[in-house]
C-alpha cells in the first residue's frame, strides 16, 4: 500500500522568502509523484510530476521538486514567495498498476505574509 | 488546453434524496475516476472506470454510490440516499491512460452539501 506524509498543516512565509513544502512517501514499487495546488474555491491543478529519469523536476509558478528515493521525500521548493502562491499544496504518489488512482497527503495550507 | 468540466458547481440536497454529479471528461480520454474531499481532510480516491465497468472502487464507495457514462461523453456519480457525511467536494478526473497518474486531468469540483 502507499500513503504520503506532509509534515505540517500550515507554513506561513514572508513573501520573498524561501517556500519548502515537505512530502514523503511510502511504496512497494517505484512511484510516480505528484504536487497539486487548489486555490480557494477551485479544483486540482498539476504544479509538477515526477516519474523517471532527472529527479529535480520543475513545475508551473517557480516550483520544483527533488525526488530523493535514500530519504523517501519529495519536497516542493520555490525560492521566492509570492502572494499568489497563497494556496493548498498536496503531494500524491500513484498507483503503476495504470488506473492512475492517486494517493494524496493531507495537504499543507501556504500563507504568505506581506 | 483541454479539460474537464464539472457540473453544478455547487449542489445542496436534503438528507435521503438522491443527487447525481456530472462531468465532461476529455473527449479522447479514457479512463475516469471520481475523487472526494471533505472540509479539512485530504482528497480521496472513490472510483475508476474504464471499459464501461469500474475498475476499481474504495471501501468508501458502497452500494449508495454508482457511476455511469450514459451517452459517450458524460461521466456522472450517483448518490441514492445522501446522507450528511457526504458533504464534500467530488473531482471528477481523466485521463488518456498511459499509467501512473501522469495524464490525470482533475475538474474544478462539485461542492455537494447534505442538510
Known amino acids: 500500500a502507499q500513503s504520503v506524509t506532509q509534515l505540517g498543516s500550515h507554513v506561513s512565509v514572508s513573501e520573498g522568502a524561501l517556500v519548502l513544502l515537505r512530502c514523503n512517501y511510502s511504496s512497494s514499487v517505484p512511484p510516480y509523484l505528484f504536487w497539486y495546488v487548489q486555490y480557494p474555491n477551485q479544483g486540482l491543478q498539476l504544479l509538477l510530476k515526477?516519474?523517471?529519469?532527472?529527479?529535480l523536476v520543475k513545475g508551473i509558478n517557480g516550483f520544483e521538486a527533488e525526488f530523493k528515493k535514500s530519504e523517501t521525500s519529495f519536497h516542493l521548493t520555490k525560492p521566492s514567495a509570492h502572494m499568489s502562491d497563497a494556496a493548498e499544496y498536496f503531494c500524491a504518489v500513484s498507483d503503476l498498476r495504470g488506473n492512475e488512482k492517486l494517493t494524496f497527503g493531507t495537504g499543507t495550507r501556504l500563507t504568505i505574509i506581506p | 488546453e483541454p479539460e474537464v468540466t464539472q457540473t453544478p458547481s455547487h449542489q445542496v440536497t436534503q438528507m435521503g434524496q438522491e443527487v447525481i454529479l456530472r462531468c465532461v471528461p476529455i473527449?479522447?480520454?479514457?479512463?475516469f475516476y471520481w475523487y472526494r474531499q471533505i472540509l479539512g481532510q485530504k482528497v480521496e480516491f472513490l472510483v475508476s472506470f474504464y471499459n464501461n465497468e469500474i475498475s476499481e472502487k474504495s471501501e468508501i464507495f458502497d452500494d449508495q454510490f454508482s457511476v455511469e457514462r450514459p451517452d459517450g461523453s458524460n461521466f456522472t456519480l450517483k448518490i441514492r440516499s445522501t446522507k450528511l457525511e457526504d458533504s464534500a467536494m467530488y473531482f471528477c478526473?481523466?485521463?488518456?491512460?498511459?499509467?501512473?497518474?501522469?495524464?490525470?486531468?482533475f475538474g474544478s469540483g462539485t461542492q455537494l452539501s447534505v442538510l
Open positions: 478526473a481523466s485521463s488518456g491512460g498511459t499509467g501512473g497518474g501522469e495524464k490525470l486531468f
Open positions: 473527449s479522447n480520454h479514457l479512463y
Open positions: 515526477y516519474t523517471t529519469g532527472a529527479t
